[in-house]
């Protein structure tokens, strides 16, 4: 621990590290998955010959998956332990999306994977590694140094709010499945 903690602030540069890392990661996975919804300028194969129910629970996870990266980016910086774990299986999410895809495991297509769509799958396993690693450090860290989870304040949502943006987000995943399961089947 006297590696951590030493008089040239070393552990306040690192926990800026870890608060301003995690956060810039799981905003740039969410948006490389999120350039790669099927009918966009990227992801152009076919996956009409997986069944309907397969591909729409995969577009489910998916779009899951990115908006809750989005979401998490929040409690991360509120350096809530929990996000920190959160963020940690979700970078490990985006590396087995990718390391499938990219390993003609899951999904398979009979088209060919473009450049551009290789080149994002890579940078995305690529950026899914340090989230992972930045996640898991940042969960250390706060059970090592006994951290406080910072306190919600005059600046939380009210239940009407929090069912508000639950449902704009609900009816947005929706949509975003919704499209990515008709253009993936050629609809």
């Keep these: 621990m006297t590696t951590i903690i030493s008089s040239n602030h070393q552990p306040a540069q690192f926990l800026k590290a870890i608060q301003y890392g995690a956060p810039a990661l799981l905003a740039l996975s969410s948006g ?6 099927p009918g966009g300028l990227i992801e152009t194969r076919s996956f009409a010959h997986i069944n309907p129910i397969v591909l729409g629970s995969f577009n489910t996870f998916l779009t899951s998956l990115s908006l809750l990266s989005l979401l998490l980016i929040y ?9 920190y774990a959160a963020s940690a299986i979700t970078g490990l999410s985006y590396f087995l999306v990718y390391v499938l895809d990219l390993g003609r495991l899951f999904p398979v297509s009979p088209d060919a994977m473009s450049s551009a769509l290789f080149v994002i799958e890579v940078l995305g396993t690529i950026v899914s590694l340090p989230l992972m690693i930045v996640s898991v450090q940042g969960l250390w860290l706060s059970r090592e140094l006994s951290l406080p989870s910072p306190q919600v304040g005059n600046h939380s949502f009210t239940r009407v709010k929090q069912f508000t943006a639950a449902l704009v987000i609900a009816l947005l995943g929706l ?6 399961t008709r253009s993936a089947m050629g609809l």
């Design 32 to 37: 490389l998955l999120t350039s790669l919804v």
């Design 75 to 83: 409690f991360v910086w509120q350096r809530q332990r929990w996000a």
């Design 175 to 180: 949509g975003i499945i919704t499209f990515a």
